[in-house]
C-alpha cells in the first residue's frame, strides 16, 4: 500500500478530533508531514539544492531549497515548512510545554493552505497533479 501526503493531513484531522493533548501533538506531526511530503517531490523538480556541500539535516535542507529561491512564493513555501517544523518539534520533544486544540487547528490550517502556496512556485503545467491534490483534502 502506497501512502500520499494528503494521507498525513487526513490523519492529522482524525487526531485533532480526538480532544486530548496526545491527539493534537500527533496532529501537528502528520500536518507538519503532509506538507513535507507535498513539498519534497516539488522541490526535487524545481528546486536545486544549493546547499549540497553544507552539513544540515534533510528537513532543513528542503526548506532552505525554498528559501534560496527569489520569488516571493517559494520563499513563503520555505517560511511554512519551518514554522511547522518548529512546531511538531515541540509537539514531538518538548514534552513539559503544553500543546493545545488550537495548536492543532492551526497547524491543519497552514497544511490545508499549503496547497496553494505550493502551485504557486511554479507554472501549473510543471505541478504534479499528486502535488496539488494531497493538499485538498
Do not use: W
Not at 36 to 48: G, I, K, Q
Not at 54 to 60: D, Y
Amino acid at each position: 500500500m502506497t501512502v500520499s501526503s494528503a494521507d498525513f493531513l487526513v490523519s492529522a484531522i482524525a487526531c485533532s478530533n480526538g480532544g486530548a493533548e496526545i491527539d493534537f501533538r500527533n496532529c501537528i506531526s502528520r500536518a507538519y508531514y503532509s506538507v513535507y511530503h507535498a513539498a519534497l517531490p516539488v522541490a526535487d523538480a524545481h528546486f536545486p539544492d544549493t546547499n549540497a556541500a553544507l552539513a544540515m539535516g534533510t528537513h532543513e535542507r528542503l526548506s532552505k531549497r525554498f528559501l534560496a529561491s527569489p520569488t516571493r512564493s517559494a520563499k513563503g513555501v520555505g517560511y511554512v515548512l519551518e514554522n511547522l517544523k518548529r512546531a511538531r518539534h515541540r509537539a514531538d520533544y518538548d514534552l513539559g510545554d503544553e500543546v493545545t486544540g488550537s495548536d492543532a487547528a492551526q497547524a491543519i490550517a497552514d497544511a490545508r493552505a499549503f496547497a496553494q502556496r505550493l502551485s504557486q512556485c511554479v507554472p501549473a503545467t510543471a505541478m504534479s497533479a499528486s502535488a496539488v491534490s494531497a493538499q485538498k483534502t
